[in-house]
């Protein structure tokens, strides 16, 4: 019951209940296995529905503008994956458009549903499914990548054009950074219990 794998060594574990502010360490690797953060809940609702707000801003606005030669080009964060299609690359398209849209939104809006539910105390018996739905996600959200892309790629177009980071850019970056706080404020073993006393 309640039995959680140390991320470092694999070993099960069934965790104490913990007293807020107190960790369990893995008897075996020392590591961090659960830790009881008194207010994780309620801040990681908070940055999640910060990180939600930011999404919907970075997919309305336009997020880099190239100029070359007088002619100006302006892209938004969804047209980025239409631009691949074009261009003939549709499989990598479908992988932007999963990886740095889709699978990221899934995600921060099922942390908002889920942390809701456990901060206001509802009563429902999806939870569980939901708790599972958002820890399959997490690892298909790679917000940090894209971003690191982008960077990357911009540093090489400069040379080539005068190239403008737009309101979505910056609005992705503080989704990125919103949504990775959300994350770090979460405890698994602190999360399933409340999904259980909620269930
Ligand atoms: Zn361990």
Redesign the pocket.
């Known amino acids: 019951m309640n039995e959680l794998a140390?991320l470092?060594?694999d070993?099960l574990i069934n965790p104490p209940s913990l007293d807020p502010g107190q960790r369990a360490r893995?008897p075996?690797?020392g590591?961090t296995i659960a830790a009881h953060n008194p207010d994780g809940h309620h801040r990681a609702l908070a940055y999640a529905l910060a990180a939600t707000f930011l999404l919907i801003v970075a997919n309305l606005f336009p997020f880099l503008a190239f100029k070359s030669g007088g002619i100006e080009q302006v892209i938004t964060l969804p047209e980025s994956a239409g631009q691949l299609h074009a261009e003939g690359s549709s499989a990598l398209a479908i992988i932007v458009f999963a990886f740095t849209i889709v699978a990221p939104g899934l995600l921060t809006m099922g942390l908002v549903i889920l942390l809701g539910a456990i901060v206001l105390n509802l009563r429902v018996s999806w939870l569980a499914v939901l708790g599972r739905f958002v820890t399959f996600v997490q690892p298909w959200s790679m917000v940090e990548v894209f971003l690191i892309g982008v960077l990357v790629s911009f540093t090489k177009i400069a040379s080539l054009a005068t190239v403008t980071l737009g309101v979505s850019f910056w609005a992705f970056a503080g989704f990125a950074i919103c949504l990775t706080a959300a994350l770090a404020c979460l405890d698994r073993h602190q999360l399933w219990r409340a999904i259980e006393n909620a269930s």
């Open positions: 140390c470092e060594c070993l893995c075996r690797c590591s």
